[in-house]
Structures are given as C-alpha cells and as structure tokens.
C-alpha cells in the first residue's frame, strides 16, 4: 500500500495491487481529500460514514446464458450487461478425412493415412464454417422411408411368387415329359 499525503484540497487515496483471479488489477481508494469532509470522515465522538460514494466498476454480476459466434468464440453472458469470451471452437481440418479412423458415437481419430490436424478459423484454409443458432436435424424423411420399405416389401413379394409359379410350372413340364 502506499498512500499518498499532501496539503489541505489535496486528494487522500490508497492505491495496491491485488489479483482477484483475473491478473493483476490496480485498486485505488479515494478517501476524500485532506482538510475537507469529503469520502471517509470521522469527527471525535461519532462513527465513521461515507459522505459521497462513486463507484467506476462493474456491480457484481451472475451467469445469464451463453452463445456462440460466428467465428467460434463461446461468449458468457451476465446478468449486469458484462459479457466474456472463454473459449473458442476448434475447427480441425485433415489431408484426407476419409482415412480417419471411426470410432463410437461421431467421435473419429487421426490416422498415418489421414494426415496431421490444423486447426484453422472458421471459412477459412479449407475448414467448413460454423453456422450457429440453428439445431442439425436429420434429413430423412420417415414417412417417406417407411412408404418406400412397404413398396419394396410388396414388390419382394410378388417376385417371390413369381419365381414359385415359375418353378411349380418347370415342374408341370417335366412331368409331363414322362
């Protein structure tokens, strides 16, 4: 700490540095200023009170939601209008992507074959681009899958039969034959 002294009108601070897990921050306190009843002030007999007060942060804030960007940036949102950038999206690219390795879920592994990663930003280098606020669905249509199954089901089965009349009438032929 080092607080600083002077003549009356002169302004009374303490300034430190401290570290509030962000790095390093320098905080000083405006205690008034000396001969005057401004700040802090404490007259023989009575308690200490503020006089003025003047705040040049920011008020404490709570989580508020999250987003992503364009660019891959994860931005945390707080409930006092302060927001953060945490973390950013890798996008990976391969030489060849199709030699990459399969393993549960969507989850794939670099090969010899493949190549190295490079990482690189968004629509940029050759990597796709993140398009986000929106949910990938599938793109099959169920009801048309399904209408497809039952027509190939049903043409199965008219082709077994088919071949079983087929049969039965290359055995109606042998056997007239003897």
Known sequence: MAPSAGAAGAPATVTFTTDFGQGPQT???SLGEFGEAQGLTQFAG???SVRNLEADGVPPGAYAGMSVRENGDVVVGYDNGQSRVIARVPIVAFNDPDKLQRLDGQAFMR????????VADSASNGVGKLVT?????SNVDIASEFTKLIVAQRAYTA????VTTSDEMLQETLNMRR
């Open 159 to 162: 082709n077994t039969r088919v």
């Open 111 to 118: 090969t010899a074959e493949s190549g190295e990663a490079r």
């Open 46 to 48: 009575e308690e200490l």
């Open 27 to 29: 905080v000083t306190l």
């Open 133 to 137: 606020g929106s949910l990938e669905r």
